[in-house]
């Protein structure tokens, strides 16, 4: 039962340009959302977050998007750039279970192009 | 001054063989997980513990134990290993909101072991 989803495997955009990377859940007592970055060989590193009670949080370059009527999330990142080429995960939790316990998604691979 | 350090990157072993994984984090963190992500590239999780008492443990099989001496520490054992255990394993810290226990942190992960069953 797979409760977070990234359905592109992979996204290829140039160099400047903005990259949007989706995610989409299926449990409505998900109220946090996270993405994650990962380079071969190295631990996911953590970008941005967002709260159910939020449907927008900025970083940087960075902006997720949270839709909970749709149960969809999204991560823009503009401009792009090369060192972003990467592989992208999105997790979800929940309050009240225990200690933030995450469900991931199954990746969705980015490669910007310069 | 690596954050979550885990021991050895690489294993490769026989079926049936035990090991053991070694995670340590520096961050002061009083919350750790293990996460195993399988060929197909999920990342499931597997054990986390507060303050060295383990809080979640999801259907995993009793072949796989962790332990966890110290806040800053947690080891994962994996009897009689098969085939299907191949994957790499992931380790974890957070810190928790005292005053909501059940908050969200983000997590810090380590660099992975790659466990490989000949």
């Known amino acids: 039962d797979q409760q977070v989803k990234q359905n592109s495997p992979s996204l290829s955009v140039q160099e400047g340009r903005i990259s949007i990377l989706n995610c989409d859940y299926t449990n409505s007592m998900f109220d946090y959302f996270l993405w994650y970055k990962k380079y071969p060989a190295e631990g996911p590193t953590f970008l941005i977050s967002?709260?159910?009670?939020?449907d927008k949080n900025e970083d940087g370059r960075f902006t997720v998007f949270l839709n909970k009527s749709a149960k969809h999330l999204s991560l823009h990142i503009v401009p792009s750039q090369p060192g972003d080429s990467a592989v992208y995960f999105c997790?979800?939790?929940?309050?009240?279970?225990?200690?933030?316990?995450?469900?991931f998604g199954q990746g969705t691979i980015l490669t910007v192009h310069p | 001054d690596t954050a979550v350090s885990q021991t050895p990157k690489y294993l490769v072993t026989q079926m049936g063989n035990d090991k053991s994984i070694k995670c340590e984090q520096n961050l002061g963190h009083d919350t750790m997980y293990w996460y195993k992500q399988d060929s197909k590239k999920f990342l499931k999780i597997m054990f986390s513990y507060n303050n060295k008492e383990l809080i979640i443990n999801e259907t995993v099989p009793n072949r796989f134990s962790p332990k966890s001496p110290d806040k800053a520490h947690l080891n994962l054992h994996i009897n009689s290993l098969e085939l299907g255990d191949s994957a790499v394993y992931f380790c974890?810290?957070?810190?928790?909101?005292?005053?909501?226990?059940?908050?969200?942190?983000?997590?810090?992960f380590g660099d992975g072991t790659r466990l490989s069953i000949l």
């Open positions: 997790a979800a939790s929940m309050s009240g279970t225990s200690y933030g316990k995450l469900t």
């Open positions: 967002i709260s159910s009670i939020k």
């Open positions: 974890a810290s957070s810190q928790s909101d005292r005053r909501s226990p059940n908050s969200n942190q983000p997590q810090h």
